[in-house]
């Protein structure tokens, strides 16, 4: 028996409505984010801020870390076009790289908390992840770190067919780089080298976010280049 047009339209209706509630309560969670960072957002807060309760929060997301896993595709999909943006105006592979490096960490300093989110995810094994969100909250966040990862993928692909770079598996060197660069992100937060000033004596030093990045852009053409 076919499906009645009016029944159809409320269907389509409800569904455009809870997408649009899931949306708002993502784009609260990302305010909370910026203002707080990822450790001081909490759920009361989050529905408060959509004018919601609480239990409104899980009828639209299997949990907590469902919750901050989309809001951090929406991060994802910001940085990837800071990415494609960084890389158009050039076809040299060393130049694109340095440029994709470089656009990262302009881009993780700008949103600390895009940083404390991908970490946090990070932390998790797979079969947590996969206990704790449902299959279309992780496709999403799949699709997020995909759509960033490609960009760097596809120039250290194309410096290979040119000879510039010499790569076994780009798909691994773009996955070492994205994790690594996260975690050289919380050394140019917190601006401090740990050192030795004599054997068993440690003191620190400061470190800025512009020598991160040259760190960072050096390590990744030694990588390809090696």
């Given amino acids: 028996m076919a499906t009645a047009p009016e029944t159809d339209g409320r269907r389509t209706a409800a569904a455009a409505r809870r997408r649009a509630r899931e949306q708002e309560i993502i784009a609260a969670t990302r305010g909370l984010f910026d203002q707080r960072g990822v450790r001081d957002a909490q759920i009361e807060d989050i529905a408060k801020?959509?004018?919601?309760?609480?239990?409104?929060?899980?009828?639209?997301?299997?949990?907590?870390?469902?919750?901050?896993?989309l809001t951090l595709v929406e991060y994802l999909e910001e940085l990837r076009v800071a990415l494609a943006g960084a890389v158009a105006g050039s076809d040299d592979p060393e130049r694109q790289l340095s440029a994709l490096v470089a656009a990262f960490v302009e881009y993780g300093v700008a949103h600390p908390?895009?940083?404390d989110c991908a970490q946090t995810i990070m932390r998790r094994t797979?079969?947590?992840l996969l206990d704790e969100m449902s299959e279309s909250a992780l496709f999403r966040l799949g699709r997020g770190i995909s759509?960033?990862?490609?960009?760097?993928t596809q120039v250290l692909e194309?410096?290979?067919?040119?000879?510039?770079?010499?790569?076994?598996?780009?798909?691994?060197?773009?996955?070492t780089l994205y994790a690594s660069g996260l975690g050289a992100l919380q050394l140019a937060r917190v601006g401090i080298l740990v050192k030795e000033a004599a054997p068993g004596i440690p003191t620190v030093g400061?470190?800025?976010?512009?020598?991160v990045r040259d760190y960072l852009v050096a390590a990744a053409l030694a990588l390809a280049s090696r």
């Avoid at 759509?147 to 760097?152: A, E």
């Fill in 49 to 69: 801020a959509v004018g919601i309760n609480r239990a409104i929060v899980y009828r639209h997301f299997t949990g907590k870390e469902e919750l901050f896993a």
């Fill in 126 to 128: 797979g079969p947590d």
């Fill in 158 to 175: 194309e410096g290979v067919a040119k000879g510039t770079f010499r790569v076994e598996d780009p798909v691994l060197l773009a996955n």
């Fill in 147 to 152: 759509g960033c990862l490609s960009l760097l």
């Fill in 206 to 211: 400061t470190i800025s976010p512009e020598q």
């Fill in 113 to 115: 908390a895009f940083v």
